[in-house]
């Protein structure tokens, strides 16, 4: 089972592991982008579309699903995956939900009410787990992506 507490000790062990691995140079610069760039401006279209597309495929991995009916599927489970992606779009790229909309072929109004009901359910983890497990990896993945294009 994969714990879910972390102290100070697992902190420094990780930090080694990192060092060890890339050297202390290149940890610090690791460190320094994660830290300090999870987030794309609207200004940076190029990052954004590149992130977009690096979302919805990571979101069909992740919540092993058929590109085909990416879009259109009403099974909860494309439901909730296209929810994450709007969630996280809307989260680290700071996109109005008009043009996260125009992406998806979806309205302003239904963007914004998944953004919210995706933050609904982020905030009761013990009853969607299966939801958050799925969101906090394709998060994860979002964030070191992010963490790469910066």
């Given at each position: 089972?994969?714990?879910?507490?972390?102290?100070?000790?697992?902190?420094?062990?990780?930090?080694?592991?990192?060092?060890?691995?890339?050297?202390?140079?290149?940890?610090?610069?690791?460190?320094?982008?994660?830290?300090?760039?999870?987030?794309?401006?609207?200004?940076?279209?190029?990052?954004?579309?590149?992130?977009?597309?690096?979302?919805?495929?990571?979101?069909i991995e992740v919540f092993n699903l058929q590109e085909e009916h990416f879009y259109s599927?009403?099974?909860?489970?494309?439901?909730?995956?296209?929810?994450?992606?709007?969630?996280?779009?809307?989260?680290?790229?700071?996109?109005?939900?008009?043009?996260?909309?125009?992406?998806?072929?979806?309205?302003?109004?239904?963007?914004?009410?998944?953004?919210?009901?995706?933050?609904?359910?982020?905030?009761?983890?013990?009853?969607?787990?299966?939801?958050?497990?799925?969101?906090?990896?394709?998060?994860?993945?979002?964030?070191?992506?992010?963490?790469?294009?910066?």
């Amino acid at each position: 089972m994969k714990r879910t507490v972390y102290d100070y000790h697992d902190l420094q062990q990780s930090i080694d592991t990192l060092i060890g691995k890339f050297g202390l140079n290149k940890t610090i610069e690791v460190i320094d982008n994660l830290s300090g760039n999870t987030e794309l401006q609207s200004k940076d279209s190029e990052k954004v579309k590149l992130l977009l597309v690096f979302i919805i495929s990571q979101a069909i991995e992740v919540f092993n699903l058929q590109e085909e009916h990416f879009y259109s599927s009403t099974i909860q489970e494309y439901r909730e995956a296209r929810m994450a992606c709007y969630y996280l779009l809307k989260k680290y790229t700071k996109t109005s939900y008009a043009k996260i909309g125009e992406n998806f072929k979806q309205s302003k109004r239904a963007i914004l009410y998944n953004y919210h009901k995706c933050d609904e359910i982020l905030s009761i983890p013990q009853y969607y787990k299966t939801f958050v497990e799925k969101f906090k990896t394709l998060e994860n993945n979002t964030i070191n992506f992010i963490a790469k294009l910066n």
